[in-house]
Every structure is written in structure tokens, then in C-alpha cells.
């Protein structure tokens, strides 16, 4: 996987050495760069890229993404607004809802989650962290409802099941639950524990 992803960063360096105004390839650059964790090229290539090309909704997205992960919220949120200002797409508002639940402002996250499920209602990621979002407001039974839709989207969803064993217990149905927290451990016995927070699953757009 690393060394596609240094194949595709040759590749795009190459296309910008060729032609550094490239829009497409700025945002396609900072994307494999944010997948290693190398932000800051990452937010200096979006930054051109929505430089060159101001109504670039992906770059706008990406660009959030980015300043999220480095904790520049505020410039995030900015970012994310502007791309759903252009066009409304369901990673902008998923990505958004993430960062209004982590400030507390779960009732704006809920909104944001509902919109990005309308315009893509097969997005299981967005089905937990409405969930997430639901269970931090005692709704029980609603959060319970889209982590199964996100079980039904993807049965091999390890976290889905983890979250979904969670709320079960809260509610006193612990023999369901622990079917369901045995499935998130057979699944991914490393990377479920601890888990109890919001998915912090950031959506990125390609061009």
C-alpha cells in the first residue's frame, strides 16, 4: 500500500513539474500526502489547489480534513463551509458533523449527519457517528437504529458492533450485547477497545 502510494506521489510530482498550475494534481498530491500523515505539504498543496481553482469543492473538503487533524478547527470548519457552500456533498457534512460533536455542539452534528445520510444514505461510517452522536444525548433506542442500518450496510463493520454491544448494555440487554462485542473481537481483536468516543472517520474527495 506505501509504495503505491510513493507511486502516485512520483506521479503527481511529475504532472506538477510539467505543469505546476494544475489544480487536480495539487489536490491529488495533498491527498496521499494527508494518507501519510505528512500534513503540512498536504495543506500547502490544498491551499494552492483551492488557490488556483477558489470553487474547488474536494480541495476545499480535503483542506478541512487536513486542519482537523492538526486541531486548527476553526480553519476546518471554514473550509467544510465553503465546500457545502458550493455544492452539497456528504463527505463535507459527515466531516463537519465530526467536528461540531467533538465541540459539544451535538444537536448541529446530528443536522449535518442527517443531510450527508440524504445524499448518501449507503454511508455506514456516517450511521455510527449519528449514533455517536445520539447515544451522548441518551437516545438510546434511535442510536441503536443506525448502528444496525451500518450493520446491514456492512455486516464486517467492527466497530459498528462494538458500539452497538455498548448501547445494549446501557440498556440492560447484556446476553445481546455480548454477541455483539464478541463479533467486534473476532473481527478485529486489536482495534476495538477503547473505542468509546466518536468515529473519527474523515472523508476524503478525489477530483
Known amino acids: ?3 503505491q502510494m510513493n507511486q502516485a506521489i512520483s506521479h503527481y ?11 487536480e494534481a495539487h489536490n491529488g498530491l495533498g491527498l496521499m500526502l494527508a494518507m501519510q ?13 483551492v ?8 480541495a476545499h473538503n480535503n483542506l478541512g480534513n487536513a486542519l482537523s487533524m492538526q486541531g486548527k478547527m476553526d480553519q476546518a470548519v471554514l473550509h467544510y463551509e465553503r465546500a457545502l457552500s458550493l455544492q452539497p456533498v456528504a463527505a463535507a457534512h459527515n466531516n463537519l ?4 460533536a467533538a465541540s459539544g455542539k451535538l ?10 445520510l440524504l445524499l448518501k444514505p449507503g454511508h455506514a461510517d456516517t450511521h455510527i457517528n449519528l449514533g455517536n452522536t445520539l447515544r451522548a444525548q441518551h437516545k438510546l433506542d434511535q442510536a441503536i437504529l443506525h448502528y444496525e442500518n451500518a450493520l446491514a ?33 473476532l473481527l478485529k481483536p486489536h482495534d476495538t477497545g477503547g473505542h468509546d468516543g466518536y468515529l473519527l472517520t474523515l472523508n476524503y474527495l478525489s477530483n
Open 1 to 3: 500500500m506505501r509504495g
Open 13 to 23: 510530482e511529475r504532472a506538477l513539474a510539467l505543469k505546476p498550475d494544475h489544480a
Open 37 to 49: 500523515s505528512r500534513l503540512d505539504q498536504a495543506i500547502a498543496h490544498f491551499l494552492q489547489a
Open 51 to 58: 488557490k488556483l481553482q477558489p470553487n474547488f469543492v474536494a
Open 97 to 100: 458533523g465530526l467536528l461540531l
Open 107 to 116: 444537536d448541529q452534528a446530528i443536522l449535518h449527519y442527517e443531510r450527508a
Open 153 to 185: 450496510l456492512k455486516p464486517d463493520h467492527a466497530l459498528a458492533h462494538h458500539y452497538l454491544g455498548g448501547v445494549l448494555a446501557l440498556q440492560g440487554r447484556q446476553e445481546l450485547a455480548l454477541t455483539h462485542h464478541e463479533q467486534a473481537l
